[in-house]
């Protein structure tokens, strides 16, 4: 993917905080472990080197522990935080170049954010809640207000648009939270753990609900979350970070079947592997004493919804790709894999 | 969690060996200081000066000399001073003394209560504004109308400049690091400054009178507006900040629409304690002119008259609960941002309205006739107050002796004069040296170099003896105030029902000015050295009883599960679990009451206590002695600047963890 057709652009990113940061980038003392660096010379370095593109329209997951670095990595994408160097482009603008003012400009109509603990103001009703960011931008009351409703209905919280922020529940303020990163029709939303505060149900819910949004408006998205299920239901793409550094980025079915190190395979471990690989990862040649059922299915099918055609046939499946078989599946490796034996 | 159990753990020990050194420093300066009891002592004669407190004379009067002439009078202290009496005049003028060529205030004593009921409504309840009109007729009904509204001119004359000065530097600390890191200094000496020790050099810039009584009160409540400002705007939740600062908005927007809308319950809590700050100093700064109810308060402390006192200290509390409950309950109870539903709305806004037409008949009313303009004469509780008040004391000491003189003696020969014999009448280089030694243990070197640095000032401004006695009587009154308000801290911070049995009883100790509580202890104990101590323990039990009881409250609850289910008795529990845990809150305690203590000891100069305060208070009396009341303010910041140092030191070393 080129730089100039990606929504955004990130090279060579770091933050680093404590004294005289800039002389850590590039010097031999960056690479050292978090504690050796903070006890030589009492720096964190919170983003290390990060560089990733994304794609117009895609949702683009960073993912990782608590500490790990990725909420400020996306403060540093809408410099919530200065980063200490590196470039991030949008559009063909370099963020960290825009002067106060550009930034206000670029905060109030190119791009918006959605908070883990909403950030909704308790002292404004639902619809100033949502047309704040228009406020601030000068709209007028009526044309805010209008914009405000639209939205309001597009995340379903008709009704509520009188209300005050604690009369909600914590799902519906999270969409409150939605709605007002919608408002300014933005050309990326950053999402920081957007549904770590809520419980599990309302959580599926919510996660559904961005889904449904992203289809229908296409917006690209940078989803924050310390959720390895969340992040597979979402992003397209995903980058798992580490002690501010990125250690293996790739669609969700890279990730598990070719986990770069321990570190992303132990997190993956407990993933089921049958949701999340297609067939295609676990197709192998046919031994000599087998014989071909004559079913196929398509290389590009999740093992678990091929269950029933590779059940019921009688003998190996051909997994194809086109018109080229690229392998074949028994019941028995299909077994082997979602019961967690090896496989082969 | 992890890191205070480490230092409990590792404390214990040093901990014990800290308490035999110092068991064995008090043994040895006891012997010492009978040995050498009477020896050196500095003592010096009222009237006596010392080179360093002729030269303060001398410089305040070349100061006074300077007044009319010198640059810095002419083109700063006094346009400043006419700029501040002129706004305080004008206020004055409104409701207290007669404006222009009238012979009443703007208002009549019946539009001021107008106009306060209205006030009081349209900030918080119909309720509220009732009880203040009563509480304000009250007042008038002692006597005291024209020093009620004095006083209260004072106060709105002082709290409005503090405010204008105060929350805009509040909230510039609030948003800056670096000017919190500037202005926190002074907030924290502000807080340790005794009152009466900045009378006197602001009254030698700006003349005895109402200015420089206002600016003194400025100087009290403007730390007070700064501090909870910048501290509400601190306590804005990250997120909310970081979703404007997101959306785009400019510093101003961020302030305006996010920040200070989310920070105003705290404001106005600032607004509120900065109105009872400066009502307290207005009745104070009567010593340096002001003119209200500090008046006749200091004048009953100066003969004596109890009764008369009594009148005159029951209005400043009127005045005090009427200001402290109107501008709390501007505070909304409920932390909900969510308005009152629209038909309650509009029965309010036609409340307010028949209520302003009701004033402005009030207003007009009290400028035309004289029944609505003076206060009548024939409504005046002052003296069946008064006598009630005399014949009640005088009952009280003659059937609780015990209580009363009897206390006051067993302090004074039990603690009080066995403490100045090892204090003030032993050698000076004994004290300076032992209490420096004592430094060192409780807070370590750096503590014990910054105590002998102080100390050693205070022996060469020539005031030792005075000092040691005002810190002998500041000892003993801390200690006591320490054992009552560690007893009912640890009871309303085990319950609940205490706690909120004792707050409205605590809350209103603390908003009452320290002056007040002289009268009747005058009345108890009669012109001694324990009534300066007695009412500083009344003074400083409230904030001593709140910051125990807090810390008790606060130590976590699987702590106290634990204690208990491994069989802990009730008073196991408290010493060995509950107390220890909060020792934090302990030496927080002990600091605040310290200095609380000080402030007020001091003052019982006033009413035959001696030391410090009363050189104080007689230098601003007599031009003669003016150096020396100049230079006893002076030891007074040193030693509260002492006191508070070693506290800090100490409260620093218990906390921080050790490797």
């Known amino acids: 993917m080129s730089e100039s057709n990606s929504a955004i652009s990130v090279n060579n990113l770091w933050q680093v905080f404590g004294p005289n940061p800039e002389k850590i980038v590039g010097s031999p003392d960056a690479a050292l472990p978090r504690a050796e660096l903070r006890e030589k010379t009492g720096n964190t370095a919170a983003v290390r080197d990060v560089s990733f593109e994304v794609a117009p329209g895609e949702v683009f997951v960073v993912m990782g522990l608590s500490g790990s670095g990725k909420s400020t990595l996306v403060r540093c994408l809408t410099r919530l935080i200065e980063p200490t160097s590196g470039s991030v482009v949008m559009n063909g603008e370099d963020v960290l170049k825009a002067s106060d003012a550009r930034l206000r400009e670029l905060r109030r109509t190119k791009f918006s954010m959605v908070f883990q603990n909403f950030g909704l103001l308790p002292h404004r009703r639902v619809i100033d809640n949502i047309a704040f960011a228009l406020e601030v931008n000068g709209v007028s009351k009526e044309a805010r207000h209008a914009r405000a409703n639209e939205v309001i209905e597009l995340v379903g919280l008709q009704g509520f648009a009188q209300a005050y922020p604690e009369q909600l529940s914590g799902g519906m303020q999270q969409r409150v939270g939605l709605a007002r990163a919608l408002a300014v029709d933005p050309d990326v939303m950053f999402l920081d753990e957007p549904f770590s505060a809520l419980d599990p149900l309302i959580r599926r819910d919510m996660q559904a609900e961005v889904m449904r949004l992203h289809e229908e408006l296409g917006k690209t998205m940078v989803f924050i979350t310390h959720d390895l299920a969340e992040a597979l239901r979402v992003g397209d793409r995903i980058a798992i970070m580490r002690d501010g550094a990125v250690v293996q980025m790739g669609t969700a079915e890279e990730l598990i079947a070719n986990p770069a190190d321990d570190y992303v395979a132990d997190f993956t471990r407990d993933v089921p592997k049958s949701h999340v690989l297609t067939v295609r990862t676990i197709a192998r040649p046919l031994a000599s004493n087998e014989t071909a059922s004559g079913r196929s299915i398509p290389a590009t099918t999740i093992i678990r919804d091929a269950t029933a055609a590779i059940l019921d046939a009688d003998g190996p499946v051909a997994v194809v790709e086109g018109n080229t078989t690229l392998g074949f599946i028994t019941p028995r490796d299909f077994l082997l894999l979602v019961g967690g034996g090896s496989h082969g | ?659």
């Not at chain 2, 205030?105 to 918080?124: C, H, Q």
């Not at chain 2, 600032?270 to 010593?287: C, D, K, P, R």
């Not at chain 2, 709140?546 to 008795?569: F, L």
Request: hydrophobic share 55%; charged share 10%.
């Open chain 2, 1 to 659: 969690m992890s890191n205070t159990k480490e230092t409990m753990f590792i404390a214990k020990p040093k901990k014990l060996k800290r308490g035999w050194l110092i068991a064995m420093l008090f043994a040895a300066w006891v012997v010492l200081a009978k040995i050498f009891q009477g020896q050196a002592t500095l003592v010096l004669a009222v009237p006596e000066d010392t080179g360093v407190t002729t030269w303060a004379g001398n410089v305040a009067a070349s100061i006074r000399a300077n007044r009319s002439d010198g640059a810095s009078f002419k083109y700063f202290f006094n346009p400043i001073r006419e700029f501040i009496d002129g706004f305080v005049t004008g206020i004055r003028e409104i409701i207290a003394i007669p404006a222009g060529d009238s012979s009443i205030p703007l208002l009549g004593w019946l539009g001021v209560i107008a106009v306060i009921g209205f006030v009081v409504y349209a900030v918080s309840h119909l309720r509220m504004a009732i009880a203040a009109v009563i509480l304000v007729f009250a007042c008038g009904a002692l006597g005291l109308w024209t020093d009620s509204m004095d006083t209260l001119a004072m106060t709105l004359a002082a709290v409005i400049m503090s405010l204008l000065i105060g929350i805009p530097v509040g909230i510039w600390a609030g948003l800056s690091d670096r000017a919190l890191k500037a202005v926190t200094p002074i907030l924290d000496l502000a807080q340790i400054l005794p009152t009466l020790v900045y009378l006197a050099p602001l009254a030698l810039f700006f003349l005895i009178g109402p200015a420089s009584a206002t600016i003194a009160t400025m100087v009290y409540s403007i730390p007070i507006a700064v501090r909870l400002t910048a501290f509400g705007i601190r306590g804005v939740p990250v997120s909310p900040v970081e979703a404007g600062t997101s959306m785009g908005t400019t510093k101003i927007q961020l302030l305006r629409k996010i920040q200070l809308p989310m920070s105003s319950r705290t404001i106005i809590l600032g607004i509120n304690q900065t109105v009872m700050a400066a009502l307290s100093f207005v009745v104070i700064a009567a010593l340096i002119g002001a003119p209200g109810l500090g008046k006749p308060v200091i004048d009953a402390l100066i003969i004596r008259d109890v009764g008369g006192g009594f009148v005159a200290g029951i209005a400043v509390v009127l005045i005090a609960i009427m200001l402290d409950r109107s501008t709390s309950a501007a505070i909304s109870i409920d932390e909900s941002f969510v308005p009152a539903p629209a038909s309650a709305r509009r029965r309010r806004k036609l409340g307010l309205v028949s209520a302003g037409v009701a004033t402005i008949i009030c207003i007009v009313l009290s400028r035309q006739l004289a029944w609505a303009a003076y206060f009548p004469e024939q409504v005046d509780i002052s003296k069946p107050v008064s006598n009630v008040t005399e014949s009640s004391i005088f009952w009280i000491t003659e059937n609780f002796e015990f209580l009363t003189t009897g206390l006051a003696k067993a302090v004074t020969v039990g603690i009080l004069n066995p403490l100045e014999g090892v204090l003030s009448n032993s050698p000076w280089f004994l004290t300076v040296a032992m209490i420096s030694l004592l430094s060192l243990i409780l807070g370590g070197l750096r503590s014990a170099f910054i105590t002998l640095t102080l100390l050693l000032a205070i022996v060469a401004s020539g005031l030792w003896f005075d000092t040691m006695v005002t810190f002998t009587q500041t000892i003993v009154a801390t200690i006591l105030t320490m054992l009552i308000g560690v007893v009912v801290g640890v009871w309303i911070g085990r319950s609940t029902r205490a706690e909120r049995a004792l707050r409205p009883i605590l809350d209103a100790g603390q908003t009452l000015p320290a002056f007040v509580y002289l009268i009747p202890m005058l009345g108890f104990f009669g012109p001694s050295r324990f009534t300066g101590i007695a009412t500083g323990i009344v003074y400083s039990i409230p904030i001593v009883v709140k910051i125990v009881g807090q810390g008790i409250r606060e130590v976590p609850t699987n702590m106290i599960e634990a204690a208990i289910s491994t069989g802990s008795t009730k008073w196991q529990l408290i010493t060995k679990v509950q107390l220890p845990a909060a020792k934090k809150s302990l030496l927080l305690a002990t600091n605040q009451g310290l200095i609380f203590v000080l402030a007020v000891v001091v003052i019982g100069g006033l009413v035959g206590a001696g030391g410090l305060g009363y050189l104080v208070i007689v230098g601003g009396s007599k031009p003669e002695l003016q150096g020396k009341g100049l230079i006893a303010g002076f030891s007074i910041l040193l030693l509260g600047l002492m006191i508070d140092r070693i506290a800090q030191y100490t409260v620093a070393r218990n906390s921080a963890p050790k490797h």
